[in-house]
């Protein structure tokens, strides 16, 4: 037999620092750490403008976003490799509409869920090689693949990952990762999607293009249209919806 054993209730003084919000929700709020002045209004009232991080405070950000500026320029081929769920296809949509607009030769590879699985393999990276690829970007996957990003590696293939899954004691000898979890990442919202975390390098690559427009739009604009695409991922990936990804959702 189940015995349920409620939370004690927050500390009367909690509940007059927030005379405004029905006791109900304050101790909801109190019991998910959600205490401060800031931290109640950025999950209340979540502000675009306010609450969304600089993408450059990823370690990596600026070392990615050169490397493709530097393939867009070269027009070497770009593929996305990203993954067969709701956050792995909508990370990819994000990489592929921005890296588009900014006139990279770009294509997406997605694997089967069957006949291929989770993550980039080295059959796949054997047939990324033959067709000319020179720099894998993944999505929602990738930071598990240790001997498979040597060996794009090896075929002269420069790979950023950009993934949200748990870190392997060895991290994989790509040229940039952007992940919010690996040791050390001053990125401060830990709790991104794939998807999530595809729109920060977005976010990155369009402000370092320099352009006030694109696809006849302003860039944030531009940014809001793929939106979609950061909740699909977030909301079905099932991350926390705290701090900046439930500003983005």
């Keep these: 037999m189940k015995q349920w054993i409620p939370a004690k209730d927050p500390p009367k003084e909690f509940y007059a620092q927030f005379p405004d919000i029905p006791e109900v929700v304050a101790r909801l709020l109190y019991h998910r750490g959600i205490t401060t002045q800031e931290a109640v209004d950025e999950f209340l009232h979540p502000d675009y403008g306010q609450d969304i991080h600089d993408p450059f405070l990823f370690r990596d950000m600026q070392k990615a976003v050169d490397r493709i500026f530097s393939a867009i320029a070269k027009k070497e081929k770009i593929v996305v490799h990203g993954d067969y769920d709701a956050d792995g296809v909508s990370a990819g ?6 890296l588009t607009e900014l006139g990279a030769l770009t294509d997406i590879f997605l694997p089967h869920r069957e006949t291929e699985g989770y993550g980039v393999n ?31 590696n090896e075929k002269g293939i420069d790979v950023i990952i950009t993934d949200h899954h748990s870190i392997p004691l060895t991290l994989p000898p790509a040229y940039a990762i952007i ?30 293009s320099g352009k006030k427009e694109i696809a006849g739009e302003d860039i944030e604009t531009f940014q809001k249209w793929m939106l979609d695409c950061v ?10 919806l705290l701090g900046e990804t439930r500003t983005l959702v």
């Design 93 to 98: 949509a994000i990489l592929v509409e921005t």
């Design 122 to 152: 080295k059959n796949t990276v054997a047939l990324l090689a033959h067709d000319g690829t020179k720099l894998i970007i993944t999505c929602d996957c990738g930071i598990s693949s240790v001997p498979e990003i040597a060996f794009a």
């Design 179 to 208: 992940h919010p979890k690996i040791v050390g990442e001053t990125y401060p919202c830990k709790n991104l999607s794939g998807g999530g975390v595809a729109f920060k390098l977005a976010q990155g690559l369009l402000r370092a």
């Design 231 to 240: 909740a699909i991922s977030s909301v079905a990936d099932m991350v926390p």
